[in-house]
């Protein structure tokens, strides 16, 4: 998977006078951001909390996304039966639906996680893992656009896919680059008034508020992250768990999801000074997502803002 090595500027230019560091026009490099998202502030705000993360994911990753998010400072729990999952939506702090691997009993409790979210105003956070390609997963992924999510979280082929804009990718592999799933990621935004969240290369964070549409482009990560299976469904459960902090602090939805992806980027940034391959490179990206402070996880991320 290859990505853009810039902001596409014929889609979006930089929003003038915000954030901590202008960056002007230019394509953002180390160091260079110009981003109103505080991170600082967030992640400081997710470890402080400690939020619960009602899980709904798939065989192949639990045990890496409860690892993730008991190393960035969430707390796990999952939670797939039918007859539980209302009540743990009820009272977790943000609920993650990722459709990996589903078996009809799981999806029964996503249906229930999902109802008892919107009911009582837990963040859920959607991951249309291979949608496109199969037909069950992407009927029910497609159907929950309805259910108000508050962010999808998903590569670009994933993004492509469920809007309807284009075939899905290779199995949970994207063939698209995130570029080119922008529009798709707008139109998703648009249509469930949540934030959409497209990894790669680079990653683009788009929310749709009151006709208004930002982005926020992350240069930040390691190829090495491609590498290890569950990297992008345990970003799925740390989304939930910085919307679930920040709701809780009065922050935006937008700036949480951003955050989640800092955290992780940075993350796989310090993993990949140390590692030569996917074994110590997983070992190394849980640690930094335990050591690295709220500030070096900023320093280590180039955000850019943009608007249409
Ligand atoms: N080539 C790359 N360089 C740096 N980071 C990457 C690269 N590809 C993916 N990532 C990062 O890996 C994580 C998982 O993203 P991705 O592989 O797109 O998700 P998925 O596993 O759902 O396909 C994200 O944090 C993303 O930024
Ligand atoms: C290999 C595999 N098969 C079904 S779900 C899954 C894990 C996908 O993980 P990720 O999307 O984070 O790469
Ligand atoms: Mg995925």
Redesign the pocket.
């Given at each position: 998977?290859?990505?853009p090595t810039h902001a596409p500027r014929d889609l979006f230019r930089p929003v003038s006078g915000r954030g901590r560091h202008t960056g002007g026009m230019s394509a953002p490099g180390s160091g260079s951001s110009s981003s109103s998202v505080d991170i600082v502030h967030l992640v400081s705000e997710m470890r402080r909390s400690e939020p619960l993360v009602h899980c709904l994911t798939n065989s192949v990753v639990r045990q890496i996304t409860a690892d993730v998010l008991l190393a960035a400072g969430a707390a796990p729990a999952m939670v797939d039966h039918p007859e539980e999952a209302a009540d743990f939506a009820a009272v977790a702090s943000g609920v993650l639906v990722n459709v990996g691997n589903p078996t009809a009993e799981q999806v029964e409790g996503m249906h229930a996680a999902i109802g008892s979210a919107r009911e009582h105003g837990t963040p859920w956070v959607l991951?249309p893992?291979a949608v496109g390609g199969l037909t069950l997963r992407t009927g029910l992924a497609t159907g929950w656009l309805d259910h108000v999510p508050a962010a999808i979280?998903?590569?670009?082929?994933?993004i492509v896919a469920l809007a309807g804009t284009g075939a899905g990718?290779r199995g949970?592999?994207?063939t698209h680059d995130?570029a080119a799933a922008l529009p798709s990621a707008l139109m998703l935004a648009e249509r469930t008034g949540g934030v959409v969240a497209?990894?790669?290369?680079?990653?683009v964070v788009v929310t749709n508020s009151g006709g208004l549409t930002v982005a926020t482009w992350?240069t930040?990560?390691?190829?090495?992250?491609?590498k290890v299976?569950?990297?992008?469904?345990a970003?799925?459960a740390l989304t939930a768990a910085y919307l679930g902090a920040a709701r809780a602090a009065g922050l935006p939805d937008h700036d949480a999801v951003v955050a989640a992806?800092a955290h992780?980027?940075a993350a796989?940034?310090a993993a990949g000074r140390v590692a030569a391959g996917p074994g110590l490179f997983a070992v190394a990206w849980l640690d930094a997502l335990y050591t690295l402070t709220p500030g070096e996880i900023a320093d280590s991320v180039t955000l850019l803002d943009a608007t249409p």
């Open positions: 998977m290859t990505g991951d893992v979280r998903a590569n670009a082929s994933e990718g949970v592999d994207s995130v497209v990894t790669g290369a680079q990653d992350i930040s990560g390691h190829p090495l992250l491609q299976i569950g990297t992008g469904c970003l799925g992806h992780v980027g796989g940034t």
